[in-house]
């Protein structure tokens, strides 16, 4: 007999910054009884090099089986389609389950796919919307939707106000989709995230109280908002999933021996990792100045190239690395454990483009960061490691959009060596300590999860 209490379909957007929370969020729902299905794409499928075994997985159609988005032409195409054909394929696979007696109660959907609330609508099931970026971010996106700011700000808006947040935002720190040829669609498809949110049951954060305690209480005025993150593997945090040490789910092969052996190799908080995680694409110009500043800055480096990157390197630049005279003093990688490397006690420091997962790991392994922002949320988030949590710094652009090797190394050395890099250091291990606690029992994460679990019980018994 099922021991399961209620079952929860997962409907993820199809790239992996967004499925890994909402898995690591259905494995802490597993482990308090609830039955979890989880249905990506079945191109999304297809490409995964690695799939997780601890939940059940059902795939559904974006209309585009063969290569998902990269199929499509445009996100306009691929998101029209996506929303037709994934409304029948989600909509028959609900009614594929309630046959073979696994009833679904409630879908969490990614409100990029805000069309799910209709098909749960249709069935009778509750839904609660499940935001992958933090709530500073998806306040900016919701004035944008009620018409109150704009994306991208009007040139003059040096300094813009935004309800609810007590920080200075300056045009330069808010979501930026300018390096993108369909940046209004991708504006409108950030904003239409709202678009059937008076709607849903639940609106789900992946962030956590403690770090954006204003807002947060700010927009619960408007949405029933519940943070139930930091969504990384229990065993980097609480410790209470014993079999949750990794996502589980990945589109690229991690070089983990070769990074793991050289790091042993190093002494403590000694390595800067760089990494720009899975789909930021730096020009030439931008990826030689980097290379040379973290030559310059004569720290020893563990950096992801992902493969497709790898021709942007400077010509010389992994012989010149072999040839020095400590030919220790860089790792250049294909792809790594990201956890695990961000974990290991030689690592003093973390170059990120502040993608929101990175963003959160770092915070939750206690590893302060120089950032350097390319697009989407990454500004925002860049602000908020600099000026809220003081746990980074922020390496500026210059006018022609590019940060110099002189910037990169001078950031670098700020926070591994320098005195205001001690406390930025210290804060760093601080909100470590908090972002552990949050999820602990009877933490802030904790407690909306158990209640978000205790309400699932009650309306699927009735
Ligand atoms: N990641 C990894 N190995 C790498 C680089 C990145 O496992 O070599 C993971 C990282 O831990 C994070 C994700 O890829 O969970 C990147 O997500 P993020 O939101 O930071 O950036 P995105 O890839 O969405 O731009």
Known sequence: MSTHKAH??????????????MLQFSKRLQSKC????IAPTKSFLKNMKELPTSVSIEAISDGYDDDGINQAKTYESYLARFKEVGSDTLAQLIQKLAKSGCHVNCIVYDPFLPWAVEVAKQFGLISAAFFTQNCVVDNIYYHVH???IKLPPTKNDEKILIPGLSCTIESSDVPSFESSPESDKLVELLVNQFSNLDKVDWVLINSFYELEKEVIDWMSK?????????????????????????YGLSMFKPMTNECLNWLNHQPISSVLYVSFGSLAKLGSEQMEELAWGLKNSNKSFLWVVRSTEESKLPKNFLEELKLTSDNNKGLVVSWCPQLQVLEHESIGCFLTHCGWNSTLEAISLGVPMVTMPQWSDQPTNAKLVKDVWEIGVRAKQDEKGIVRREVIEECIKLVMEEDKG????ENAKKWKEIARNVVDEGGSSDKNIEEFVSKLMTISSK
Not at 34 to 37: D, F, G, L, Q, S
Not at 422 to 425: C, D, F, M, T, Y
Request: glycine share 6%; hydrophobic share 35%.
């Open 8 to 21: 929860c379909l997962i409907l993820p957007y199809p790239v992996q910054g967004h499925i890994n929370p």
């Open 222 to 246: 408007i949405y029933p908002i519940k943070t139930i993150g930091p969504t990384i593997p229990s065993m980097y945090l609480d410790k209470r999933l014993h079999d949750d040490k990794e």
């Open 34 to 37: 609830v039955k979890i299905t």
């Open 422 to 425: 001690k406390l930025i250091r």
């Open 146 to 148: 009620k018409g109150v």
